[in-house]
């Protein structure tokens, strides 16, 4: 069978890792980029490790981008981001991957689509997904952007070249409104789980907040604990469709149930003492609230970073499920939310105003990640045509 050559970069991107196209590469026809990314990755996969493919069997490590010209003035490029399904053959196009966002201002550097000098570079980032912008802030050196510097970020071995995003206006991402059934809290009536308190808010990515004692949890879990809890994963993705349903992002459970990117489901639970996935230990008072999530129905390693936005933007509702949970510090002053995950912790900036009424906006949120292109060259697909 016939190979198709097809230009690509690989990259890590804070604690994920993908694929990195231009847009000018890839078919005119958007309908045909499926079987294209699906058929890059190793998807779909029965085993679940896409061997056959760059994937990498888990929701981080199965991830594509395309970049290319901006469609909006306020802008430099286009960001299009694609999650891709392991074991299913879907990619879902309409989640934002924050983790993935730091790759996008350096590519567009290294690439030749943006110019700028040697020093600090600024480069605006129209995420198609959501409509939002955002803002990557990275050193750039020798006409490329800097890998090597002093930033160590949670999950991620050895260090980095800093690198700022901010995400403009982040609410609404997925849903159009911050608050998408207008509530602080909802009681969801689960089938098979009965009734559950939840936060659902919408920024940068549409997520469903549970505390971690409402499922039987400490929220000091791992990964693999969570995964090994058949029980637990059921009910856990009960909640979440019901909850895609009270936002309106899917029209009956089975949709809900196929779409497994958002929105996502996380459980938060107040500081207590935890170790991390190596070993080390997190005093309860280094942290403002404990976090785990599932991202494409699977226990993530670190903490998804458009989660990450999204929790800090609840921290700042007053009366929101993470918000009762954080420590008080958190609840009342306006500094960086201290998230402790199951990778360490992680520090995330949301700037969140309460208007006249109930009603909540969120201005901006920013954290730093670092980035590093770990290949470049040409990606070989089988069987298809561009």
Same mark, same amino acid.
């Given at each position: 069978?016939?190979?198709?050559?097809?230009?690509?970069?690989?990259? #890590?991107?804070?604690?994920?890792?993908?694929?990195?196209? /231009?847009?000018?590469?890839?078919?005119? &026809? #958007?309908?045909?980029?499926?079987?294209?990314?699906?058929?890059?990755?190793?998807?779909?996969?029965?085993?679940?490790?896409?061997?056959?493919?760059?994937?990498?069997?888990?929701?981080?490590?199965?991830?594509?981008?395309?970049?290319?010209?901006?469609? +909006?003035?306020?802008?430099?490029?286009?960001?299009?981001?694609?999650?891709?399904? %392991?074991?299913?053959?879907?990619? &879902?196009?309409?989640?934002?991957?924050?983790?993935?966002?730091?790759? %996008?201002?350096?590519?567009?550097?290294?690439?030749?689509?943006?110019?700028?000098?040697? =020093?600090?570079?600024?480069?605006?980032?129209?995420?198609?997904?959501?409509?939002?912008?955002?803002?990557?802030?990275?050193?750039?050196?020798?006409?490329?952007?800097?890998?090597?510097?002093?930033?160590?970020?949670?999950?991620?071995? =050895?260090?980095?070249?800093?690198?700022? !995003? &901010?995400?403009?206006?982040?609410?609404?991402?997925?849903?159009?409104? !911050?608050?998408?059934?207008?509530?602080?809290?909802?009681?969801?009536? *689960?089938?098979? *789980?009965?009734?559950?308190?939840?936060?659902?808010? &919408?920024?940068?990515?549409?997520? $469903?907040?549970?505390?971690?004692?409402?499922?039987?949890?400490?929220?000091?879990?791992?990964?693999?604990?969570?995964?090994?809890?058949?029980?637990?994963?059921?009910?856990?993705?009960?909640?979440?469709?019901?909850?895609?349903?009270?936002?309106?992002?899917?029209?009956?459970?089975?949709?809900?149930?196929?779409?497994?990117?958002?929105?996502?489901?996380? $459980?938060?639970?107040?500081?207590?003492?935890?170790? @991390?996935?190596?070993?080390?230990?997190?005093?309860?008072?280094?942290?403002?609230?404990?976090?785990?999530?599932?991202?494409?129905?699977?226990?993530? +390693?670190?903490?998804?970073?458009?989660?990450?936005?999204?929790?800090?933007?609840?921290?700042?509702?007053?009366?929101?499920?993470?918000?009762?949970?954080?420590?008080?510090?958190?609840?009342? =002053?306006?500094?960086?939310?201290?998230?402790?995950?199951?990778? =360490?912790?992680?520090?995330?900036?949301?700037? $969140?105003?309460?208007?006249?009424?109930? +009603?909540? /906006?969120?201005?901006?949120?920013?954290?730093?990640?670092?980035? +590093?292109?770990?290949?470049?060259? @040409?990606?070989?697909?089988?069987?298809?045509?561009?």
């Amino acid at each position: 069978m016939r190979q198709t050559k097809l230009p690509a970069v690989f990259v #890590r991107a804070g604690t994920s890792k993908g694929l990195l196209f /231009h847009a000018r590469d890839l078919p005119a &026809d #958007r309908a045909r980029w499926d079987a294209l990314v699906l058929g890059a990755m190793g998807s779909p996969d029965p085993y679940g490790r896409q061997l056959d493919g760059m994937g990498g069997g888990l929701s981080s490590l199965s991830k594509v981008c395309v970049i290319g010209p901006p469609s +909006r003035p306020d802008a430099d490029v286009d960001y299009t981001f694609g999650q891709v399904q %392991i074991k299913t053959a879907q990619v &879902d196009w309409q989640p934002l991957c924050g983790n993935m966002s730091a790759a %996008i201002g350096p590519f567009a550097v290294d690439e030749g689509l943006v110019r700028v000098p040697d =020093g600090p570079a600024v480069v605006r980032i129209h995420n198609t997904n959501t409509g939002k912008l955002i803002v990557a802030h990275f050193e750039v050196r020798d006409g490329v952007a800097e890998v090597d510097g002093d930033l160590e970020i949670p999950g991620v071995a =050895g260090t980095g070249s800093p690198l700022r !995003l &901010d995400f403009l206006d982040p609410g609404g991402a997925s849903t159009g409104q !911050l608050l998408p059934t207008g509530n602080v809290v909802d009681t969801l009536q *689960v089938p098979g *789980v009965g009734a559950i308190e939840a936060s659902l808010v &919408d920024a940068s990515n549409a997520c $469903v907040f549970v505390r971690a004692a409402d499922v039987g949890l400490t929220g000091t879990e791992s990964p693999t604990q969570l995964e090994d809890d058949s029980a637990l994963m059921h009910r856990l993705s009960a909640i979440r469709i019901e909850a895609s349903l009270r936002m309106g992002l899917a029209a009956d459970a089975e949709e809900a149930a196929r779409r497994t990117a958002v929105p996502f489901i996380a $459980v938060v639970a107040p500081p207590t003492d935890s170790v @991390t996935l190596s070993g080390d230990a997190v005093p309860a008072a280094s942290v403002d609230l404990l976090a785990r999530a599932l991202s494409n129905g699977q226990p993530h +390693r670190a903490l998804p970073l458009g989660v990450s936005m999204c929790m800090a933007t609840a921290a700042r509702i007053g009366g929101s499920v993470v918000n009762q949970v954080c420590a008080v510090a958190a609840r009342e =002053g306006g500094g960086p939310l201290r998230i402790g995950m199951p990778s =360490g912790v992680l520090q995330v900036a949301a700037d $969140v105003k309460q208007l006249e009424g109930d +009603r909540w /906006h969120v201005e901006s949120g920013g954290f730093y990640r670092t980035q +590093r292109r770990l290949f470049e060259g @040409t990606l070989l697909v089988r069987g298809l045509g561009v």
